[in-house]
Structure formats: structure tokens, C-alpha cells
């Protein structure tokens, strides 16, 4: 039965699907992480200022989570495939309508952020169409097959980040915003093409949900999830509440301080930042490929410990910044204390 399972999870990890998801998850992924490099850079050039930088993350941040629950409800009910094509084309328009703007009036903070809400808002509606397809590429059999398969696109994730953070403060020193947004948007067209030739069963459709409004397919929705986590399973709702304090604290940290500090307090450029980002993507790639090596032996009373060790690796860049260190060693101590955490 082993040898059984085995063989059936390593059919499903090599089947043209899973290829094809990874894929264009990973090519859409590596634009994405382009434009929000080339973005921060752009904003922190211009202003210097870690308010307006925060500001207009956080205001791209709002759709996320408004929209995400409404992207879960229509992967349910529309194809999957046509959604991530749709999806990753409009990306794609809206970035080259963004180019030609800027290229016409030059900088403009309040149209990046409305091209970040706009993008934003369709990356939420992407984000559970990708991870509600996983489950039925690899199937639903064994929870180790879907953490593995997960392990597997997370790592694809981190690994698309690298490439764009150890470039990207490169290319911007180069040749500026507008050619790497037009990077960004050949990548979101390219996914899309190859999100084409995935191949998922079609949506069941609902009796449900027959001569009821979109309102009340969402309303009914929504409460049915929320039942289901604070009734039948709590533990998931608890997990999704330690994960939320955990993003409060952690994204911005890693949005809005990090960059902020090597580039703004401690003085140092575009590709000095990208290096350090990319460190931390290469210490975000072990960290997913450890987690896929050991899902099986991954349990939930480890999770304290583990927490614990991340809060400590916070105090010594700040011991550091509180000493008369060289900005070599902050740098050095910001750098490596946020890889291991």
C-alpha cells in the first residue's frame, strides 16, 4: 500500500497539471514580485518617506482582504483555468496601461496606488482559485500528498522571488521603472498562455444556489464557512487567527522596515536591498523545503517553540541599531536574523 501511495504521489507531482500550475504560478509570481521591487524602489526614490511607502502598501493591502472570500466563493462556481487566464490577462493590461501613464506624466502617487489596489483586487481573486485547484490536481487521498504538493508551490513561490530581488535592484538602476513593468506585464501574459492548456474538471453546479441572487449565494456562503470553522472545526479557526497576528506583525516588517531601512537609514542602494531580499527568499526556500521533507513528522505542539525562536532573532538588529555599530554590521545582523526567523 505504501509503494501504492508513493507511486500515485509522484504520478500526480509529474502529471502536465501540476507541471503546467507550477509553472505558471511561477512565471506570474516571478512578474509580480518585479513590479512590487521596481515599485518600492520607485516610491522610496521619490519620497523618502516610509509614511507614504507604508501608506500606499497598506491601501493595496485592503483588497486583499476584502476581496479574498469572495475569490474562494466564485472558484467554487466558475472554471478554474478560465479564472487564472482571465485573471493574469488583466494583470497584464492594467500594467501596460500603468506604463504608458507613468512614461506620459512621469511619477504619480496616486496612480500607483490605484494601478496597486486594481492589481491587488485580482490577485485576491486569483490566490484561492490557484490553492482550491490544488486539491484536485493532486487529490484529496492523503493529507501528506497535499502538504508535499503544497511544499512543492511554496517553494516555487520563494524560488520566483529570487530571481527579480537579485535582479531588480540591477535592472532599476539601469534602465529604470517603466522597462521592468513591461517585464511584469510579459509575464502575466506568458502565465496566462500557459494556464491554458491546464486541464481541470468543470465546476458542480449548486441546485442550491438556483433563482438565488449573487448576494444571497454570498451571503449563504460565507455563513456556512463561518459555521463550519467555529463549530466543526476549530482548530483551523484558532490556526487562521495565530496566522493572522503572525502576518500583522511579520508583513510589516518585511514590507514596509526592511526595505525602508537599508535603503533610507542605512544609506545603501537598490541592488545592495535586492541582494538582501533575495538572501531572505533563498532562507524562505529552505525553510518550505525542510517543512515538505518532514510533513509528516510536523506537529502542531512544535508550533510555540518555533514561535518563540522567531520573536528572539527580532532582538539582536535591534540591540545592534541601539549600539554605535558600523552599518556593515546592521546591515550583516538585519540580514541574517531575519533569514534564520
Known sequence: MKNSSETTLQSSLRSANFILLVLGQGISLFGNTMLR??????VL????????????????VIPTILISPFGGIMADRVSKRAMMVALDIISGIVTLLATVFFALSGFNILAIAIMQVVLAV?????TPVVQSALPQIIGRESSTDLRRGTAIINQVQQLSQLLPSFLGGVMYGLVGIRPMMLITAACLMSAAMVECFIRLAKPLSNQDDTGICLLGVIIGDMHSATAFLLRKEPTVARLAGVCTWINLILTGFSSVSFPYIIRTTLGYDAATYGLCDGIIGIAGIAGTFIAGCFANRLKSQNAPSLLFVESLMLLPPAIAFLLPCSTQTKLIMLVFCTAVA
Open 37 to 42: 521591487f521596481a515599485m518600492s524602489m520607485w
Open 45 to 60: 526614490d521619490e519620497t523618502a518617506s516610509s509614511t507614504t511607502f507604508a501608506t500606499v502598501l497598506a491601501i493595496s
Open 122 to 126: 485580482l490577485d485576491a481573486m486569483e
